[in-house]
């Protein structure tokens, strides 16, 4: 039976922003399929509304001045239109996976979207993979400076790079088979696009798939990452850096997770990193 709702969650660094503006760049061909993903009430191209409204305090980028009763009043309504002439209402905000232990805000989610029985979506990426990512989209725009064992361990919960827990937690309040588990992998997107993965495993649809360059972060050749740190913690003119960083960013980024740990890691730190993560 086809969805009435589904919510792509995320995770976080999942390619959540490549497939929020590939969708909204897209109506035209989702309303083809029976989809509608509707306009948002933000500048952003993912429903973070949804997600933003229910945090305290609202975050800083947030400027929307509708109260979170009013925005999930709009989006009720929207889904209810679309049930009328049975299309799925897709909604995306990888912002509702920081909510997941805000216990007040999942039963306000629950309360508003349970009655339609949604589909929970989230791409799962395995959670070094994560931390690599993190880190070099961190380097490459000027946010870190220390070298990536430094990062890795001072980070203040290593678990949130972790995407079962927050799953567990969806499951338990959305119901297991709601939970729709999706992995991350690069090797598959080397071949196929995110909309075309996605619109396949949630909706069991094929299209034309002419998405496949279409990235929205760009990553960066394992090999320059000295020469990013050292142009972030220089004193050079700042247009300048950012011009140097553009030719490096338009370079191929490097893939091979394993080779990045073991370049940038000790055996020892790597060793105790898999052992928190996989034993």
Same mark, same amino acid.
């Given at each position: 039976? #086809?969805? !009435?709702?589904?919510?792509?969650?995320?995770?976080r660094? +999942? =390619?959540?922003?490549?497939? #929020?503006e590939l969708?909204?760049?897209?109506?035209?061909?989702?309303h083809?399929?029976?989809?509608?993903?509707?306009? %948002?009430?933000?500048?952003?191209?993912?429903?973070?509304?949804?997600?933003?409204?229910?945090?305290?305090?609202r975050?800083?980028y947030?400027?929307?001045?509708l109260?979170?009763?009013?925005?999930?009043?709009?989006f009720?309504?929207?889904?209810?239109?679309?049930?009328?002439?049975?299309?799925?209402?897709? /909604?995306?905000s990888?912002?509702?996976?920081?909510?997941?232990?805000?216990?007040?805000?999942?039963e306000?989610?629950?309360? %508003?979207?349970?009655?339609y #029985?949604?589909?929970?979506?989230?791409?799962?990426r395995?959670?070094?993979?994560?931390?690599?990512s993190?880190? !070099?989209?961190s380097?490459?725009?000027? %946010?870190?400076?220390?070298?990536?064992?430094?990062?890795l361990?001072?980070?203040?919960?290593?678990l949130?790079?972790?995407?079962?827990?927050?799953?567990?937690?969806?499951?338990?309040?959305?119901?297991?088979?709601?939970?729709?588990r999706?992995?991350?992998?690069?090797?598959?997107?080397?071949?196929?696009?995110?909309?075309?993965?996605?619109?396949?495993?949630?909706?069991?649809?094929q299209i034309?798939?002419?998405?496949?360059?279409?990235?929205?972060?760009v =990553?960066?050749p394992?090999?320059?990452?000295?020469?990013?740190?050292?142009?972030?913690?220089?004193?050079?003119?700042?247009?300048?850096?950012?011009?140097? !960083?553009g030719?490096?960013?338009? #370079?191929?980024?490097? +893939?091979?997770e394993?080779?990045? /740990?073991?370049?940038? /890691?000790?055996?020892?730190?790597?060793?105790?990193?898999? %052992?928190?993560?996989?034993?």
């Amino acid at each position: 039976m #086809q969805a !009435k709702v589904v919510i792509h969650v995320g995770s976080r660094k +999942a =390619g959540s922003s490549a497939l #929020q503006e590939l969708l909204a760049d897209q109506t035209d061909l989702l309303h083809s399929l029976n989809i509608d993903y509707p306009d %948002r009430l933000s500048e952003f191209p993912a429903h973070q509304e949804l997600a933003n409204s229910l945090m305290v305090p609202r975050p800083e980028y947030f400027r929307s001045q509708l109260s979170r009763d009013e925005i999930y009043n709009h989006f009720c309504s929207v889904i209810d239109r679309n049930i009328e002439v049975n299309r799925t209402t897709l /909604l995306s905000s990888e912002d509702l996976s920081l909510l997941t232990f805000d216990f007040n805000a999942m039963e306000y989610i629950k309360c %508003r979207f349970g009655k339609y #029985q949604p589909k929970i979506v989230f791409f799962e990426r395995d959670p070094l993979d994560y931390h690599i990512s993190n880190y !070099k989209h961190s380097v490459m725009f000027g %946010r870190e400076v220390r070298t990536f064992s430094e990062y890795l361990f001072n980070i203040e919960n290593l678990l949130y790079a972790h995407s079962l827990p927050i799953i567990k937690v969806w499951q338990s309040v959305f119901g297991l088979e709601s939970v729709v588990r999706i992995k991350y992998n690069m090797e598959r997107f080397s071949r196929e696009s995110i909309l075309y993965c996605f619109l396949n495993d949630v909706f069991n649809v094929q299209i034309l798939d002419t998405f496949l360059e279409f990235k929205r972060n760009v =990553g960066f050749p394992t090999s320059a990452l000295n020469l990013v740190l050292q142009l972030n913690r220089s004193t050079l003119d700042r247009e300048l850096i950012e011009r140097v !960083k553009g030719v490096i960013n338009s #370079q191929i980024s490097s +893939a091979n997770e394993e080779k990045f /740990l073991e370049t940038f /890691l000790t055996e020892f730190e790597l060793d105790l990193i898999r %052992r928190i993560y996989f034993s």
